[in-house]
């Protein structure tokens, strides 16, 4: 059965960081492409950010250059840096692993950042 768990959200100020991290069982972490969405109240699901097994990175226009996403195969976590956060931000955050086409959700963590 396959759970990602993800943590690390809150409630932070704009301009401050924050870090999520997801932690992956009941999947071969490492032959797994692992990545971020979120979903604004009110807005579409969209990918924030993805890393490839071969540690190749995605992220949205709106992120780069704020947020860096790794992974570490050996504690099967993916962790998203997430700093000079905008309001705009606030969002939950889903940890998602995607195996072949098919795409497993962690439960998400929320991320508010006030103005």
């Known amino acids: 059965q396959v759970q990602l768990v993800e943590s690390g959200g809150g409630l932070v100020q704009a301009g401050g960081s924050l870090r999520l991290s997801c932690a992956g069982s009941?999947?071969?972490?490492?032959?797994?492409?692992m990545g971020w969405y979120r979903q604004a109240p009110g807005k579409q699901r969209e990918l924030v950010a993805f890393?490839?097994?071969?540690?190749?990175?995605l992220y949205a226009d709106s992120v780069k250059d704020r947020f860096t996403i790794f992974r570490n195969n050996a504690q099967k976590t993916v962790s998203l840096r997430m700093n000079s956060l905008k309001p705009e931000d606030t969002a939950i955050y889903y940890c998602?692993?995607?195996?072949?086409?098919?795409?497993?959700w962690g439960q998400g963590t929320q991320v508010t950042v006030s103005s």
């Open positions: 009941g999947i071969i972490f490492s032959s797994t492409g």
């Open positions: 998602i692993a995607k195996i072949m086409t098919y795409t497993y």
């Open positions: 890393i490839s097994v071969g540690g190749f990175t």
